[in-house]
């Protein structure tokens, strides 16, 4: 219907993309296009059941209740688009849809009273049982909510059980949803806070420690903050420093890590044949990503109390080991803050790409190289200059 007496195809995939900014059904394909080729949306649409004012008509003017509701009975789940302006367009919404000739709506299986329906009805999806998995969880073992229609639904019964929810999407399409989408079979969760029996749940090697979640420094507990530039996720040399003697503990109470290329147990520093160091890889995979998946967030957003702009800019390769990259930038730092005249290396501020980009979602690294966090941190208007370690 977007599309019928339109100027062109451009105003008909304007508009319909508009459309899709608050709603999530059209059969406009200008408009699927150009969310497509212009904003990266693989679907960002999809049909659902409509009735049409001949359908209507067949049915005659004396019995358009009739026709409404054999459309409604036709599609009891889901949402549907249903013509009401056959005849008369504010007659049905008055007489219809807002009086008690035809004001259903399927709820639990149920018809229910509702004085506030209007001519397009987006109805919930009753008795719908919806699978939530927490981050913590399998997909073939999640939370299963009865009854629910909307994400918001979702979300109202997760604050209920002491979820305080960020973000519900996708797991397939990373598709995020807003609280008046239906709420599809199964969503996962991206929080804002965890609750304490479930501190620490994401990484494994946390049950294993000697005081489990309790051995968590405090920084690494829960989110510090959502920075949303990410090229003002800088990390601190105290932060960095934390995290290298808490990865040091680690390794010496959990000796049995691994690395999943090579098989090879971790070890911070030194070792044999049967051994290899922790490098950045196996930090993101071990430490970082586990650490901040409740959150779908960077590892300085878990860390940080809020922006934390690069004064230096560090480039690194992934693979040399994390202890010989923690000395050579601290005598960088100590160096360079007599030379600087730098009160203190502490709390220098150096943006580095395993931790200031969101490791559960890098689609801003694609595109243009120019708008990546990495151009933009270098280009800071604070930043100083780049270290190449």
Known sequence: FGFQEMAGVECSAIGGVGHLVSFSSSDTLSALLLARDYYAADCASNSIPSSTGAIVKSWGQDKEVDAIRAVLN???????????????????????????????????????????????????????????????????????????????????????????????????TGVKFCDGDAAPKVVHVCLNSVPEPHIGACAEWVRKLPRGQSS????????????????????????????????????????????????????????????CELNMHTVNSHLVKPLTLPFRCSYVELVSTGKQPPLIFMSHAWSTPLWQTLRLLEFYLQERCALMGWRSAEDVFVWVCTFANNQHDLGELAGDLMQTPFVRAIQGEGCAGTLVV
């Open 74 to 172: 036709s599609s009891p789940c889901g949402d549907l688009a249903c013509v009401s302006d056959t005849y008369d367009a504010l007659g049905a919404c008055s007489n219809i849809w807002g009086k008690d000739t035809l004001v259903e709506v399927f709820r639990n299986g149920k018809l229910l009273v509702d004085d506030t329906l209007t001519a397009i009805r987006k109805r919930a999806e009753g008795a719908t049982k919806v699978r939530v998995v927490l981050p913590w969880q399998l997909e073939s073992e999640p939370l299963t909510i009865d009854g629910v229609g909307s994400i918001g639904d979702v979300r109202n019964r997760l604050r209920k059980r002491g979820f305080d929810v960020h973000q519900l999407f996708t797991k397939e």
């Open 216 to 275: 968590l420094p405090a920084s690494m507990r829960q989110l510090g903050a959502r920075v949303e530039k990410t090229e003002e996720r800088a990390i601190s040399w105290r932060q960095l420093r934390e995290l290298g003697d808490f990865a040091r503990m680690l390794l010496s109470e959990v000796p049995d890590l691994v690395d999943s290329h090579s098989g090879k147990a971790l070890r911070f520093e030194g070792g044999g044949d049967d051994t």
